[in-house]
């Protein structure tokens, strides 16, 4: 495949190629261009030509473009959902999820682009008349991680767009041919030079994308590291940022949640995408007294959980993306392990000739000082801590540099909101875990990044305000020369 540059597929001014491989089989998908900082440049410089006639492009005119590219994904839905699954490893079902989320998002900003433009404050004085408007910054960078490739890449480029910027996309080396397939089948309608794609290295094209003087907004998620590295970068240049970043989240089980149902939804909220989530839960809280009934009826629900591929429909949980991520995940645990944590089930990696499986584990025994209660694990493991009040709880909640989200189990009603007004993450669920809204914000505190995506919030991370005072009768002012 090549890249999208300036309504044009071209490849690297290298010539050089980097291999797409199935997480499942370890075999070579196909190969993209193995982008270059000119190559960067070069789709900066056509975004930047497109971006004056775009943004006069009237907001009506916007939505019907993003309709009909929303239209063309439902058009093409299959075959997008099973191209994700083969390079991105997920099951099947979790990746037509995230193209009808995609599809969905683009179709909500089409019409939430169209409904705002700013508005009219009270003038200061009769005759006068204050507008607050929002416009377009220009050329935003968008930088995408490989677990949600297509929908996290949307939740960027559809507002950006939808405020009448022009994009350039960097997708994640690992997960670049659902995008590159995308734009060719969704986004073929727009402008040359409105929408983008530069594959390649993060180092190589993203960090260009980053330093460039013409892509004032940079739309960022991946980890906490490479989020203050583009901080520390773009502080020189003033850019607008907005980071989505890493992840430790908890789940607090009440002591009156229903033992069945809260195991279901920790299952769920700690090994979708086999755990490769920000909002994965990596941390559980759970009654001294309920642990041991509950800890048994998890490891006994997670050992039923079906490993293979994700194309295979039997599956329930797929490969992790690579060697390396794997080798993260039996580290935190085996720290776990020689600090006296235990492993109730899972852990090892599966007798399987091919692909990056490990089975996923269920501790017990575990604290603070472990590096699985810590650091971001991206992986399938559910660590769980016993705590003895709800005040502690919510400490050990809380006691992390992160704040991306949190889960809390529970029908009492002053536990619940207790839980979330002292909380400190940017998204708290109860009783729902990982459910997204369109019109909700979604982003983080602490360490977890700064900026929001989705709702109107999502919009106008990619606008920038001005104040109009227009004197409309004009006239020499008695406070102007002489006093």
Not at 130 to 150: D, F, H, Q, R, T
């Amino acid at each position: 495949m090549k890249m999208w540059i300036d309504g044009q597929w071209v490849d690297s001014v290298s010539g050089g190629v980097m291999p797409v491989t199935n997480p499942a089989t370890q075999e070579v998908l196909d190969t993209v261009p193995a982008g270059t900082p000119e190559d960067a440049a070069r789709a900066v410089a056509a975004a930047r030509a497109a971006y004056p006639a775009w943004r006069r492009v009237s907001a009506v005119e916007r939505a019907h473009m993003l309709h009909a590219a929303a239209a063309k994904m439902r058009d093409r839905f299959d075959d997008l959902a099973r191209l994700l699954t083969l390079e991105e490893g997920k099951p099947l079902p979790e990746n037509e999820e995230e193209i009808d989320w995609s599809l969905n998002t683009i179709d909500y900003y089409a019409e939430l682009g169209r409904h705002v433009r700013g508005r009219v404050p009270p003038s200061p004085g009769e005759g006068q008349l204050s507008l607050v408007l929002k416009e377009p910054y220009g050329v935003a960078g968008c930088i995408v991680p490989w677990n949600y490739p297509i929908l996290l890449l949307v939740w960027k480029i559809a507002p950006a767009l939808a405020a009448g910027n022009t994009v350039v996309i960097n997708p994640a080396s690992l997960t670049p041919l659902t995008t590159l397939r995308m734009v060719e089948w969704a986004f073929d309608h727009f402008p040359p030079g409105v929408v983008n794609v530069v594959t390649g290295s993060g180092s190589a094209v993203g960090d260009t994308l980053v330093r460039h003087p013409d892509v004032p907004v940079i739309a960022f998620t991946g980890s906490t590291a490479v989020g203050q590295h583009i901080a520390r970068a773009t502080a020189g240049q003033m850019k607008h940022l907005h980071l989505e970043l890493g992840g430790k989240d908890p789940f607090v089980i009440a002591d009156d949640a229903p033992l069945d149902a809260a195991v279901e939804a920790l299952a769920y909220a700690a090994l979708i995408n086999t755990g490769q989530v920000c909002t994965s839960t990596e941390r559980v809280y759970v009654p001294r007294a309920m642990l041991p009934q509950f800890s048994e009826a998890l490891a006994e629900r997670v050992a039923r959980l079906r490993l293979g591929p994700g194309i295979e429909p039997t599956t329930d949980v797929g490969p992790m993306i690579g060697a390396a991520d794997r080798a993260k995940v039996i580290e935190h645990i085996a720290d776990a392990v020689s600090k006296g944590a235990r492993v109730l089930t899972g852990g090892q990696i599966p007798d399987v000739e091919k692909g990056f499986f490990l089975e996923p584990a269920v501790l017990v025994g575990v604290d603070h000082t472990m590096r699985i209660m810590r650091e971001e694990t991206f992986g399938p493991t559910i660590p769980l801590m016993a705590y003895d009040t709800f005040d502690e709880a919510i400490a050990l909640a809380n006691d992390t540099e992160y704040g991306l989200g949190a889960c809390l189990y529970s029908h009492d009603a002053r536990k619940v909101r207790r839980f979330y007004e002292e909380v400190q993450a940017g998204t708290i669920w109860i009783n729902d875990p990982l459910t997204d809204n369109y019109a909700g914000p979604f982003g983080g505190m602490k360490m977890s990044g700064i900026g929001r995506e989705l709702g109107i919030e999502g919009l106008e991370a990619f606008w920038q305000t001005k104040h109009v005072h227009w004197d409309i009768e004009g006239g020499v002012k008695e406070w102007w020369y002489p006093y």
